[in-house]
């Protein structure tokens, strides 16, 4: 109440310190929540914060009056004169609807003239952009000068800039600046107009004036004005005083200077003071026993930091006493100074901002800017500097030496210098001697390294602080115990921060008269062990913390002195704190203690520390009291009197005693220090401490500090509890349980069933018997065991952990996950320390059966129970791990069922999300189960898919999160863990007993001051098991570790191989399976990298040595690279022709880690020095790397594991990603061909028009290739950008130039094509030349017959009927008269011609005519079995009697006579296959040789299908003459008839074409329509010119049609393409909707037909979804095509009939004229031909002819706009066929084993294999069982992962089907990995056909080829999903 009231007094101090570090006092929550609700509504709300804020606000402008443009529009100010007083703004009151007064003082007013009269809430001081620091600087110095110190928390710093104005670097330069706060930081443009702007200004300043709670006012500023100049006025030597530049002059000569070990504060000597200074310091410290001046140091310490570092934001208080001490109690003064002291000490660390407990892990789990040097690190990187190397392991972070940013200061070159350096050189001597010249010393000392150290502590969250502890733990440092709070005192003692430590120690034990080692390892926390306290009464001269580390650690600092490096007087942070350490002995010789000792060191005098000396006393085994002096009359007597009545043991060190020890009584001994050796002491001192111990006393427990009263425990945090309180709820249901047995009864998913299911998966890749049968087993096995992982998922513990999991508050759960892994690993201690040491014993005894090379029953024996304490040690072995394992199993198993989340059930789809918010915070996260030795592949995707949208950039939704991969091999407890964690601070297991097993893997992310050097966001590290792992010794371990390998290293950008030792030699087997996996990735084109760092390296400071090491290595390398390349059949013969390896620069030397024997050796500096080394080598390769995405590493895991679950990897493995990329280069591919063809087909189209007008009579290659240039172009510039700026680029960068020319060849390809075509165009037209030149005097003659005819009829112009019959007669006969001299074409005679033609080459009638008949010739390709007869015999019989048919197509050249013979006359399948194939090839053959004869231009003749009979006769033959059977002359004939029949319609068509262009009675009986309408106008007496019109308009009516139609067909064609999903993907996307559309009909026979000739279905399918789409699903969207395209020819021809008839009449033409004006116009897009003018030469008035052919075409357009979609089907261009040439033209080749057809959109793919997304049953193709009639079920993705063979005929040998691809060209380029997907498509088909196929192949589904019953569950519905599942499109 009195601090309170003192407080208020001091005119609202408390509510002063509200911008100060003492916002402890004050409810942050609060003023968060109030700054939080100013933010949301800064001008309305802020009355209801719970600090309030008055609404009315004073603000005063100051600095630079160029920073702003002042002008009416300004809101903020609109007058530029200096107000002594505020005034009112009436624009800020406008916008905001508030009070608030702006004060002018811009541009520094005189002093005098500076208006403070009232309170202001805000200084804003005005920058212009671009500002320097020194203006800043300046200006502040200035200013701080005016209003004082108490000003700077009133400072909002605006940066101003000109409009369009980028801000400049202001915002970093002024960050160096210690008064400048970024939080307090504005920008906007000058003329200040901008409201946004305003009002966020608005929004900073009531955020401020929550924090400061009152306004500044005048008498602050006068308050600082009278301390500087109290200051001025001060003597010399009462400011040394003050300021502590100097040493007091009083100090004793009797007594060394040097203040005492602890820290210079802490135990300074007494000295003779003036009585009445020394008396009233007394009473001060005694007044206050958590004071830092308590431990006897100068006065002149405790004020150094009073006055120093005047630009910390920190409370001044008054420089005159007298008003001191009026208005603060001494009390308030003291804890001002800590308040200062620390403030200037945070600042001086750059933690000001991070006070208190604001750092947290995930501010160093990151990648940052490298460890900096030792003379490259200043004060403000002091901290970081210190985490980071202390995170690294390296002791030395405890000491850094720091560059002074005066480099006057601080270096060995800036030692004092003497003022007196001009003066004689009796002066010299005078100064030497006089302690009183002036010095050159710096002002300001270097900070404390204890100051350092618990600085971060108290800036740190609990998680840092408990990684912190853990890592000074491991550099066997001290640790905190008990902690004074830096300004309050209340101590608190961090037992969290002690949590996870876990120690192990050795002890000898006597049993039954015989000495055995013991081994505990457990928490700290646990452990009960003896303490030892010492303490300091008074101030000494000796080092109580030296004395202490002699008996802990010789050469090893554990407790710091002051004969540390960098001790220095200075320290603020460690008074009254007690510091623990642990002696932890090793069972041997040199131990100094037989058992585990605590060692607790309190810093500072313990007279002044009675809380925490009495804490300690109590709680000690033994005391250990340092005084200077043991004399009654010392200050220390009633304490030392009270420790000696104490039952507990006493030791008194006496510094001014020189004897040895003396026992003065039971338990309590006094020792001398003076003029003795530390070594004779501490030797004595043990004797004395093992002696006592030996003994009955106290045990101390860490945990039995939470029972001392008057102290906080860090553990009573509200959020710690609830952490603990949730997770002991938990392990609560495991108390009393067996440990052997709790993962058995709590977590089964992951136990036998988990291991079962593994086994039964890894059996479906090594399948025998009946393969189909039993993988259908295996996969129902499976399904078994997910349904009983489902019902045994719902344990009370695993309910418990993941309901707290999903409803505890983030940080609630931190703490929860943490106490979970506590007090899990707290469960098994005890036993897996016996089980360990158990091993320990068992394993030695093995090695030396093994080295006596026993092969007795009794090694046998040992290695039994070695298993089995191996299996116990996998039982016993329980953490936070196998907690994960179980959620990821019942996911696992929920989605495999496709379970529905329930109310009353566990939500196990939110586990993902759950693992991934936990890996995303630090938490390593299992790849691989080390006990299953299996990847849980569902369990990773779906934790890999939450990460990676949890971390989506929401800038950039688009963008992939992009990690560079970095892995780790080596030989197992070679230190790959300890390593990674002390390169990037992660939390790999490390310690005994608890070896990484399987694969774990963390991110790290790349910090933002880094990131531009990198291409990825995180680096994800995957720590994996040792190679060679004990717990597999005696198993398959080869096989395991080559697994493994593989994995690790094909997923890793880079592979750590972590080598223990020197000598590559010992590592040979290791190296062999580590190159082995590196050329597997080499043959799947995976390129990753490596780093071989050798560990436990004795000098690695021997260049010589490392480049002997380094050239042994290569040559191992290069030796078992030779080895590896027998066994992966791989042409290589060094270890770099397999990866890019530099053995100079890839090969790192680390130091050991240990320096000296464990347990209490600390690390060795020099593995951290190497640490950092190779984590710069990563970072400065990894630099070069693009890394992969998130999404990338995913599909890798399932591809490499996939792979790795077959023998054969290489041809096994399948890159998911890579795949997808290539189908989505596909589609683009098809996108760029289509814009090729599509513009070609526009120049092909218009060409072919003018041709057909006979304006062009000749066509370059040269002219089509300029023709399409500018496309060409557009299209190369379209692939550039998509390789360059796609996001899978660096994949896509192998196939570039692949495309590139894929694209050119094709272009090259199809203008070759269209040149081809339009001199086909130009041929017919020559050809008929003749007939050409005819048609004009034709013309002429039936247009003067017609017009005479007419005149003659005049008068019966009315009479319809009369005027066509007489047209008729006439007609006749004019076409006779005209065509007297020329014979007409006849039409041909298809099926007469064919039968002669086999007559003539010997076949009788009867075979002919029974073909025909039946018409089974036109099935010849896809009959069954060709060694059947076909026919439509009773199907009993047949079945009962097939072997007494005849034989209709094939004989056994030696005849058949038996049904004996049945077996060796049954053809096999194989033989099947190549009579279709030849038949496929003859009728190929037969079409191209058909089509090379000229039928269009000269006509047909029959010679050219008895060439092709010859030819196809010949063919047979030569067949024949490799068969052991021959083809029967049904089957020659059927084939002939077959081929002729596939002929047929293009001889018709070409023959139909050549009549037509050549025929002149067919030309004329085309035109009769024609010309009569010409003679009916000519009877009616119409004019020339109305004649002509209807002549032309007739014309443009036929030539209207066809121009409309072939374009309508590209229209149509371009829009189905973009529109229908069959048309608008890849060839892959097209085999899918034919599949679905067979499917869905269920027509066998287009299966049939799909299965023999895939093109032809695909051709099929193609057409009929085009009919659909044109005349039913889009059949209006049809005609609009149609009717645009007509209203283009409309626009077309009017616009040439404006262009002749307005050049006709400019230049005075005739009709002529006009005719070829009209025709040029319209030359590309109508075939016009020849319009006759010979009789329309009187037609002057050409307005009227323009108008009458007008009125004809709008006639001809209505007519056109009601057209029939069918009419085109008359045309040359067809959509189907154009999208037919578009789609079709790819690769076709079909699977050797089931006829599945390779889907790559390029027809010639080559280097790449031949592939297909799903293969099929082999039945679908008919094989069968050799000499059987049994069919093959199998799919031939599971044939290659079985045992099976297959028959080879052309070897006459049987092959594994692993090894397909040796059996020759057909099975070399096929590309077929094991598949252990269901496939449901093809068994449904194949149950769905069973008879059909039965009776096409003649074949059974019986006995081993009997269909599984497992197959028959699939429906249509679930086939043709599967589809869509298994050709799934690449994502967008």
């Keep these: 109440m009195e601090e309170n009231s003192d407080d208020t007094a001091a005119g609202g101090e408390r509510e002063y310190k509200a911008g100060c570090l003492t916002s402890q006092t004050h409810n942050n929550a609060e003023l968060e929540e109030s700054a939080a609700k100013a933010k949301c509504d800064p001008m309305n709300n802020l009355h209801e914060a719970q600090h309030p804020v008055m609404s009315a606000l004073t603000l005063v402008l100051i ?266 109690s001494e009390e308030t003064d003291r804890k001002k100074q800590r308040q200062k002291e620390t403030e200037t000490l945070l600042s001086r660390l750059h933690l000001q901002d991070r006070y208190p407990q604001k750092l947290s892990p995930a501010d160093f789990l990151q990648i940052g800017l490298p460890v900096k040097h030792s003379h490259d690190v200043s004060e403000k990187d002091l901290a970081n500097t210190f985490l980071q190397r202390l995170m690294m392991l390296d002791y030395r972070a405890r000491y850094i030496p720091v560059k002074q940013d005066n480099p006057e200061l601080g270096s060995l070159q800036s030692v004092p210098m003497s003022n007196s350096d001009d003066t004689e050189d009796s002066d010299d001597l005078d100064a030497l001697f006089n302690n009183d010249v002036d010095f050159d010393q710096p002002k300001q000392s270097q900070v404390h390294p204890m100051d350092v150290q618990m600085a971060v502590f108290h800036c740190s969250n609990s998680f840092l602080k408990l990684n912190l502890i853990t890592k000074l733990s491991q550099c066997q440092y001290a640790l905190p115990l008990l902690v004074p709070d830096p300004l309050t005192r209340d101590i608190e003692c961090p037992l969290w921060t002690f949590r996870q430590i876990i120690k192990t120690w050795k002890i000898n034990e006597i049993k039954a008269n015989s000495t055995t080692v013991t081994m505990k390892h457990m928490p700290i926390c646990k452990a009960e062990t003896s303490m030892v306290s010492f303490f300091r009464l008074g101030s000494l001269s000796v080092s109580k913390s030296q004395l202490m580390n002699s008996l802990i650690n010789e050469r090893h600092n554990t407790f710091f002195h002051r004969n540390c490096p960098g001790s220095t007087k200075s320290c603020h942070l460690i008074d009254g704190m007690a510091e623990i350490a642990w002696y932890f002995p090793a069972a041997t010789t040199d131990d100094s203690f037989t058992d585990c000792i605590a060692f607790c060191n309190l810093r500072g005098d313990a007279l002044l520390l009675e809380k925490q000396r009495e804490i300690l006393t109590e709680r000690s085994s033994v005391n250990v009291v340092l005084v200077p002096t043991l004399e009654k009359s010392q200050k220390s007597t009633g304490v030392i009197s009270a420790l000696y009545k104490f039952q507990k043991p006493l030791i008194i060190l006496v510094a001014d005693s020189d004897r040895g020890a003396i026992k003065m009584k039971e338990g309590k001994y006094k020792m001398g220090l003076k003029d003795r050796s530390q070594s004779d002491v501490s030797d004595e001192l043990k004797g004395l401490i093992g002696n006592m111990l030996s003994g009955p006393h106290t045990t101390f427990k860490l945990e039995s500090v939470t029972e001392v009263t008057g102290i906080r425990v860090d553990e009573d945090d509200e959020v710690c509890k609830k952490g603990k309180s949730a997770a002991m709820d938990m392990v609560g249901l495991l108390q009393g349980m067996d440990v052997l047995k709790i993962k058995g009864t709590f977590l089964p998913c992951q136990g036998q069933l988990w291991h079962k299911w593994c086994r039964t998966n890894k059996e479906l890749y090594h399948l025998k018997g009946d393969i189909e049968e039993e993988k259908s087993k295996k996969q129902q096995e499976l399904t078994q065991i997910r349904r009983d992982q489902c019902k045994a998922s719902s344990s009370k513990l695993m309910k418990s952990f993941t309901d707290s999991l999903l409803s505890l508050p983030s940080k609630d759960k931190e703490y929860y996950l943490k106490w979970t892994q506590i007090l899990i690993d707290s469960l098994s201690t005890d036993d897996l320390s016996l089980i360990l040491q158990r091993y320990d014993e068992k394993w030695s005894e093995v090695l030396d059966l093994k080295k006596k090379r026993d092969k007795s029953d009794l090694l046998k024996s040992k290695q039994n129970e070695l298993e089995q304490i191996s299996n116990e040690l996998q039982s016993v072995t329980f953490g936070l791990e196998h907690m994960f394992r179980e959620m990821g199993q019942i996911y696992e198993a929920h989605k495999s069922q496709k379970t529905r989340t329930t109310s009353r059930q566990n939500n196990w789809s939110k586990y993902p999300e759950l693992a991934a918010d936990l890996m995303i915070s630090g938490h390593p996260m299992e790849l691989m189960d080390g006990d299953a030795g299996h990847v849980p592949l569902t369990w990773i995707s779906g934790l890999l898919d939450e990460v990676i949208k949890k971390l989506k950039d929401p800038q950039d939704p688009q963008k992939d999160l992009r990690v560079f991969v970095l892995s780790v091999l080596g030989v197992q407890s070679s230190g790959k863990s300890t390593m990674l964690n002390a390169m990037f601070g992660l939390q790999f297991a490390v310690s005994a007993g608890r070896c990484t097993k399987g694969a774990f893997m963390q991110l790290v992310k790349v910090s933002e001051e880094i990131k531009k050097d990198f291409k990825f966001d995180y680096i994800l590290v995957v720590d994996t098991e040792g190679l060679r792992a004990q717990e597999l010794a005696g198993k398959a371990t080869y096989h395991h570790d080559n697994e493994l390998a593989t994995f690790v290293v094909g997923l890793g950008n880079m592979t750590l191989i972590n080598i223990f030792g020197e000598n590559p030699a010992e590592m040979q087997d290791v190296l062999q399976i580590i190159v082995q996996a590196f050329m597997r990735m080499k043959k799947v084109k995976l390129s990753p990298s490596c780093v071989f760092v050798h560990q436990n390296v004795t000098d690695i400071a021997a260049a010589e040595r490392n480049m002997d090491g380094k050239r042994r290595l290569q040559e191992k390398l290069d030796q078992m690279t030779q080895l590896a390349a027998k066994e992966e059949v791989c042409d290589v013969e060094c270890f770099s022709d397999v990866i890019a390896f530099d053995v100079q620069k890839d090969v790192k030397y680390f130091a050991q880690l240990w320096e000296g024997s464990p347990p209490m050796a600390p690390p060795n500096p020099g593995y951290s020095k190497s640490v950092q080394e190779l984590k710069t080598i990563i970072l400065s390769k990894a630099s070069q790397s693009e890394g992969i995405t998130l999404k990338h590493f995913k599909t890798k895991i399932h591809d490499l594991w996939n792979a790795l679950m077959n023998e054969h990897f290489v041809f096994s493995f399948k890159n998911t990603l890579e795949i997808a990329v290539y189908r989505q280069l596909e589609i683009q591919y098809g996108n760029w061909t289509w814009a090729l063809r599509s513009n070609l087909l526009t120049i092909e189209n218009q060409l072919h028009t003018t041709i057909e007008n006979g304006k062009l009579d000749k066509i370059e290659l040269n002219y089509l290739s300029r023709e399409m240039s500018t496309k060409y172009e557009e299209i190369k510039k379209e692939m550039t950008i998509y390789f360059k700026d796609s996001r899978d680029k660096e994949m896509l960068v192998q196939w570039q130039g692949r495309f590139e020319n894929k694209i050119k060849e094709f272009l090259e390809d199809e203008v070759k094509e269209v040149k081809r075509k339009l001199d086909e165009v130009i041929q017919q037209k020559k050809a008929c030349k003749k007939l050409d030149d005819e048609k004009t005097e034709f013309e002429n003659k039936l247009l003067q017959k017609s017009k005479e005819l007419a005149h003659q009829l005049r008068d019966k112009a009315t009479d319809e009927k009369e005027l066509k019959k007489e047209f008729d007669s006439f007609w006749s006969h004019w076409v006779t008269e005209l065509t007297a001299d020329t014979k007409p074409i006849e039409d041909i005679d298809l099926e007469e011609d064919k039968v002669k033609i086999l007559e003539q080459l010997s076949f009788e009638c009867c075979f002919i005519n029974e073909s025909k008949s039946r018409g089974d010739y036109k099935r010849i390709p896809i009959i069954g079995n060709y060694f059947q007869k076909p026919s439509n015999e009773n199907k009993e019989t047949s079945k009962k009697s097939w072997m007494k048919r005849t034989w209709q197509y094939v004989q056994q050249k030696t005849g058949m006579t038996s049904t004996t013979q049945k077996a060796k006359n049954v053809l096999e399948h194989e033989e099947q296959e190549r009579i279709r194939s030849f038949i496929n090839d003859v009728e190929h053959q037969s079409l191209n040789a058909i089509k090379t004869k000229p039928v269009a231009t000269r006509g047909y003749r029959s010679a050219y299908l008895l060439e092709v009979a010859k030819n196809v006769q010949n063919s047979m033959t030569e067949f024949e003459s490799e068969r052991t059977y021959k083809l029967t002359k049904k089957f020659t004939v059927d084939l002939l008839l077959y081929v002729f029949d596939r002929a047929a319609s293009w001889l018709i068509e070409s023959h139909k074409t050549y009549k037509m262009n050549n025929d002149a009675h067919t030309y004329l009986d085309s035109k009769k329509d024609y010309y009569y309408i010409i003679f009916r106008s000519f009877c009616k007496g119409n004019s020339s010119a109305v004649v002509f019109g209807e002549l032309i308009c007739e014309k443009l009516k036929v030539s209207t049609v066809e121009a409309v139609c072939n374009k309508t067909a590209i229209d149509l064609a371009e829009e189905m393409r973009c529109n229908v999903p069959a048309f608008s993907g890849n060839r892959m996307n097209l085999e899918k909707h034919v599949l679905k559309s067979l499917a869905e009909k269920k027509d066998f026979d287009g299966f049939i037909t799909y299965i023999r000739q895939p093109r032809t279905q695909a051709e099929t399918f193609i057409k009929e979804e085009v009919q659909k789409y044109i005349f039913t699903k889009q059949k209006g969207r049809a005609l609009t095509i149609l009717k645009k395209n007509v209203d283009d020819i409309k626009i077309r021809v009017s616009k040439a009939l404006f262009t002749a008839t307005s050049e006709v009449q400019e230049k005075g033409g005739n009709i002529n004229m006009w005719v070829k004006e009209f025709s040029s116009f319209l030359k590309t897009d109508l075939t016009l031909g020849t319009i006759c003018c010979q009789n329309f030469g009187d037609i002057k008035e050409f307005d009227f002819l323009k108008e009458e052919i007008e009125n004809g075409l709008t006639s001809i357009m209505e007519e056109m706009s009601c057209i029939s979609l069918e009419k085109m089907k008359e045309f040359r261009l067809q959509p189907d066929q154009i999208l037919i040439d578009q789609l079709c033209k790819c690769c076709w080749v079909k699977c050797p084993f089931c006829a599945a057809v390779c889907t790559n959109t390029l027809e010639d793919h080559d280097p790449d294999d031949h592939s297909v997304p799903f293969h099929r049953s082999t039945a679908v193709k008919g094989w069968h069982k050799r000499n059987t009639k049994i069919m093959s079920i199998e799919f031939c993705t599971t044939k290659v992962a079985s045992v099976r063979r297959f028959y080879h005929r052309e070897s006459e040998t049987s092959i594994p089907y692993k090894e397909y691809r040796t059996a020759g060209p057909r099975y070399k380029n096929w590309r077929i990995t094991p598949d252990e997907s269901k496939l449901p498509y093809w068994k449904w088909f194949v149950c769905q056909f069973q008879e059909q196929l039965e009776d096409h192949y003649d074949l059974k589904f019986e006995g081993r080829g009997e269909i599984p019953s497992e197959w028959r569950n699939y429906s249509r519905e679930d086939a043709i999903e599967s589809l869509d599942e298994m050709f799934k499109q690449p994502e967008e």
């Design 63 to 328: 600095g630079d009056s160029n920073s702003i443009e002042i002008g009416p529009k300004n809101i903020l100010i609109d007058h530029d004169e200096p107000t002594k007083v505020d005034q009112f703004s009436s624009k800020l009151y406008d916008l905001c609807g508030r009070h608030i007064s702006v004060i002018n003082m811009l541009g520094f007013p005189n002093v005098d003239k500076i208006p403070l009269n009232q309170e202001v809430d805000a200084f804003l001081l005005l920058l212009p952009n671009n500002v320097h620091s020194g203006h800043y600087k300046g200006t502040m110095q200035w200013l701080e000068s005016i209003f004082g110190t108490a000003f700077l928390s009133y400072v909002i710093t605006v940066e101003t800039r000109k409009q369009g104005e980028k801000c400049g670097s202001a915002l970093t330069v002024l960050k160096a600046n210690s008064s400048f706060s970024e939080k307090r930081y504005h920008t906007c443009t000058r003329d200040m107009m901008n409201e946004n702007e305003i009002t966020a200004l608005l929004e900073t300043i009531d955020v401020m004036v929550l924090e400061n709670k009152q306004r500044y006012t005048r008498l602050m500023c006068d308050e600082s004005k009278d301390q500087r100049e109290d200051l001025d006025n001060k003597p010399d030597d009462e400011e040394r005083v003050e300021t502590g530049t100097e040493e007091m002059k009083t100090e004793s000569p009797a007594e060394p200077k040097e203040n005492s070990d602890d820290h210079p504060g802490g135990e300074s000597e007494d000295k003779p003071v003036p009585s009445e200074t020394k008396e009233k310091d007394i009473m001060e410290e005694s007044s206050d026993d958590t004071a830092a001046g308590g431990e006897g140091e100068h006065e002149a310490d405790s004020l150094t930091s009073r006055t120093n570092n005047n630009d910390t934001l920190n409370l001044e208080m008054s420089g005159n006493k007298d008003k001191q001490s009026v208005n603060i």
